[in-house]
């Protein structure tokens, strides 16, 4: 079955819009007109990726997409009008997966969605990938530090994860920002200090896990994620 998108936008002449073009592409589309009413939806019909609007009556989007993150790591695109960098930034460190400032062009935003979803549902090889204690289950995705206690990673959303994975395939190795964001995050405007923001979050949950010295910062060229030498 087609993929289900969740478009939480209270203006419904944007939503109208939104839904037209994705369902041209081929996607199933739901509307909440606001934040209460889009953490209903997603509750009970568990979208395969949410179109959030900021500026969104009862909840705001900065509200949905905080409780969103800790339901789990449904993919989010954010809309808003904002456009100043420390919104973006924010949002980022929330755990969207990527941001669409108004007045955007409807076709870029089913791109975007289409390249999310793509990002999401690439068939890996191997199942299970380990670095050290850490091992990350590709089809669960859910990364769990090994020990006694067994501790799972609070949860990535679909961007962190692509990060650890991807790494993880290359223990050791070195990853320029830019290898990254084509990499993990194709088809986006992304910079790199937007990488730094997904890797920063990344790495505090590594910290909350117990395994705080996997994933490195080597100043000037990039990120590597391995066991320490």
């Known amino acids: 079955m087609n993929a289900l998108i969740l478009i939480a936008e209270d203006e419904a002449e944007i939503a109208d819009i939104l839904r037209a073009y994705l369902e041209r592409e081929g996607l199933r589309t739901v509307n909440a007109a606001n934040g209460r009413v889009a953490l209903d939806l997603h509750l009970s019909l568990k979208p395969d990726l949410v179109l959030l609007d900021v500026q969104m009556p009862v909840l705001d989007g900065w509200d949905v997409l905080a409780e969103l993150r800790r339901r789990g ?38 791109a975007r969605v289409r390249a999310v979803l793509r990002r999401g549902g690439g068939a890996d090889q191997a199942k299970m990938l380990r670095i050290g204690r850490l091992a990350i289950d590709l089809e669960s995705h859910q ?79 990039g990120y590597r994620l391995g066991v320490p030498q």
Do not use: W
């Open 73 to 110: 790591n449904t993919p989010v695109i954010m809309l808003t009008a904002l456009d100043q960098d420390l919104d973006k930034l924010q949002a980022l460190r929330i755990g969207a997966d990527d941001y669409v400032v108004k007045p955007f062009n409807a076709l870029e935003v089913a």
């Open 143 to 221: 990364a769990t530090v090994e020990g006694p206690a067994g501790m799972v990673l609070p949860t990535l959303t679909l961007t962190e994860f692509r990060l650890l994975a991807h790494m993880a395939r290359h223990p050791q190795r070195v990853f320029a920002r830019s290898e990254l964001v084509d990499a993990c995050m194709p088809g986006s405007d992304a910079l790199d200090r937007t990488v730094d923001s997904h890797v920063s979050n990344l790495r505090r949950k590594l910290a909350q896990a117990g395994a705080a010295d996997l994933l490195v910062n080597v100043r000037g060229v």
